[in-house]
Nanobody, 124 residues
Framework: QVQLVESGGGLVQAGGSLRLSCAAS????????MGWFRQAPGKEREFVAA????????YYADSVKGRFTISRDNAKNTLFLQMNNLKPEDTAVYYC?????????????????WGQGTQVTVSS
């Protein structure tokens, strides 16, 4: 089993920054890809960013490209999401997820394990 715990969410003004962290424990030695998704009130959960755990290849949703940066610390089994120039439309619960098999990185079904989520609120 894998446990994922997010932290770093909070309230920030538009234009501000936040850094989310996701600590992974349990079976982490064969992680394939890790990602961040978000869900705003009344909307479906959507892909934000993903990173290949070994090679470090990154992927981003168009809505966050140039503002968000995903990274990881393999030694500490920790995933990060640096969010800059935040906008009110970035307000959502942010979830980290881990996949141990191949699949399309932006699809929820690729990921087997999910964290509990952390709230990010951006005020205008």
């Amino acid at each position: 089993q894998v446990q994922l715990v997010e932290s770093g969410g909070g309230l920030v003004q538009a234009g501000g920054s936040l850094r989310l962290s996701c600590a992974a424990s349990g079976r982490t030695f064969s992680t394939y890809v890790m990602g961040w998704f978000r869900q705003a009130p009344g909307k479906e959960r959507e892909f934000v960013a993903a990173i290949g755990w070994i090679g470090g290849t990154t992927y981003y949703a168009d809505s966050v490209k140039g503002r968000f940066t995903i990274s990881r610390d393999n030694a500490k089994n920790t995933l990060f999401l640096q969010m800059n120039n935040l906008k009110p439309e970035d307000t959502a619960v942010y979830y980290c997820a881990a996949s141990y098999s191949g699949g399309i990185y932006y699809r929820e079904g690729t990921y087997s394990y999910w964290g509990q989520g952390t709230q990010v609120t951006v005020s205008s």
